[in-house]
């Protein structure tokens, strides 16, 4: 008898399923292979419904730019509270040309992206809620809807308090000082670590897992700077191809947002990290 999921896939492809294979990754959505009876490979994920819709929309935003590569969307299929997003499988493997997807990444953040921050929904960066209600002061978009909800989280938990959370209190107060107010907004992919980051079959790069919004193109290169994984050809080709100048403080900004993400996520162990951006930033105010 076949399982509950191959039953939900086979309802969300009208047509019978071979085989389900368990694929790597998935810690917050389960992901598997698919493969039809017409021996056509797909790839399935399961969550909730309203995780599963904001990676469609996140995924079709990025499709819409014709620059970065993203698996194309099939269908979404939900079922009461059971749901399956059938995917386009990318071609993994081989050596990618890192250079020429720097370069493919400026021309994302170059494309037109309009005249505010913030994103058509709300969406989540790893289980994290993100809010994206439409702002057009960057400084502010940052204190309210990026590290301040996570500060105020962690210092619920008792994550920082005292001394700690008044340098971190003070560092969000430096936002207007070293941030643009208005920077040229562009469609972020959100979550752009070296793991969703996908070498392709012919030297391509293709990109997975978004946590997209419209903001300053520098925070999708700080999380990629954060935990290294890209080569330095990377942010090399992002140069040639007209990205924007690798500001150190403004990069110091974002990376702590996520480092503050970390903190809420994992615990402890990232308090230091936190502490230490923190120290950079005001040092550079």
Known sequence: MSSVREQLVAR???E???????L????????????SGDG????????????LEEEMEGLEALRGTNTVRVPEVHV????????VLLMEELPVGGDPDWAAFGRTLASLHQAPAGDRYGFTRDNHLGTTPQCNRWMEDWPRFNREQRHGPLVEAIASGGGLCGSDLELVLKTLDAFEAVLPRRPTPSLLHGDLWSGNA??????GVGVVDPAPSVGDALA????????????????????????????PLRLSVYRLYHLLNHQHLFGDGYR??????????LAGA
């Open 24 to 35: 790597s990754g998935g810690s917050i959505s389960d992901v598997f292979q698919v493969e």
């Open 12 to 14: 969300a492809m009208s």
């Open 76 to 83: 979404l299929h939900v079922e009461d509270q059971a749901a």
């Open 272 to 281: 230091s990290g936190v502490l230490e951006a923190c120290r950079l930033i």
């Open 220 to 247: 999708d290169i700080a999380m990629m700077q954060l935990f290294g994984g890209f080569p330095r050809a990377c942010f090399l080709g992002y140069q040639e191809g007209g990205g924007d100048a690798l500001e």
């Open 198 to 203: 996908l070498p392709l079959t012919g030297g």
């Open 16 to 22: 019978p399923v071979r085989s389900l294979r368990r």
């Open 40 to 51: 056509r490979r797909l790839v399935a994920k399961f969550a909730r419904p309203g995780l």
